[in-house]
């Protein structure tokens, strides 16, 4: 069955620093990979996604993240923290066939002064 | 182009009342999907439709729980009768065959049920 597991529920930064928040999914076949943010009292929004193109996808707001087949990982990263960045992120994986997306269980970010 | 419509934004109740949310979602998108969202439990899927049909009702928690979608443009998702336990966000999302299968949200619907 297809999972998600993204470490650590909760990350905290200081303004400016590098932020890294860690996802890994389990896939047999290649994977579409999702990261969405969630403000809060808002709806999720897309971040970024990687459809099987190029390794590193770019996201809105100098988000990135890397498919890295070899450690199914797809780590998410911003080199320098800035306050509003301070959310719920979510990583996700579908395959073809419209199949829902699964999932983590998400990694809270607090980004401090 | 409009987004993902829900109402209402916020819902409080009485435990037993029957409660009722709505999404409306992208035009053009033949899939919709509804989620539930606790502290507790994360962020479940509940059901979700394709072209109005329900594909998979698995994450129902019960029979309390019905979901319907009459046309390409509209859903209910109706809790009858309502518990303490139910509440919780319940979020709304579409989706278009053949785009990667990425979801668009709605803002959600915020339930309190006393």
């Known amino acids: 069955a297809q999972s998600v597991t993204q470490l650590g529920s909760h990350v905290s930064v200081s303004e400016g620093a590098l932020v890294l928040l860690r996802c890994n999914y389990s896939?047999?076949?290649?994977?579409?990979l999702f990261w969405y943010v969630q403000y809060p009292n808002q709806g999720l929004q897309l971040l970024l996604k990687y459809t099987s193109a190029a390794t590193l996808v770019k996201g809105i707001n100098d988000f990135e993240a890397e498919f890295k087949k070899s450690e199914t990982s797809f780590h998410l990263t911003k080199p320098s923290a800035h306050m509003s960045d301070a959310a719920e992120y979510f990583c996700a994986v579908s395959y073809s066939g419209n199949t829902p997306l699964v999932f983590g269980k998400g990694t809270r970010l607090s980004v401090i002064a | 182009d409009a987004g993902v419509i829900q109402s209402p934004r916020h819902e409080v109740t009485e435990m037993g009342q029957e409660v009722t949310l709505r999404c409306k979602p992208i035009s053009g998108h033949d899939y919709l999907f509804w989620y539930r969202q606790t502290m507790m439990r994360g962020l479940e899927l509940l059901i979700y439709f394709n072209n109005n049909v329900p594909i998979d009702d698995s994450g129902m928690p019960e029979d309390r729980f019905s979901a319907k979608m009459p046309n390409a443009s509209f859903s209910t998702l109706k809790i009858q009768p309502s518990e303490p336990r139910d509440s919780a966000v319940y979020f709304c999302a579409s989706a278009k065959t053949g785009a990667y299968n990425e979801q668009f949200f709605g803002p959600g619907t915020r339930l309190t049920v006393l």
């Open positions: 896939s047999s076949v290649p994977p579409y």
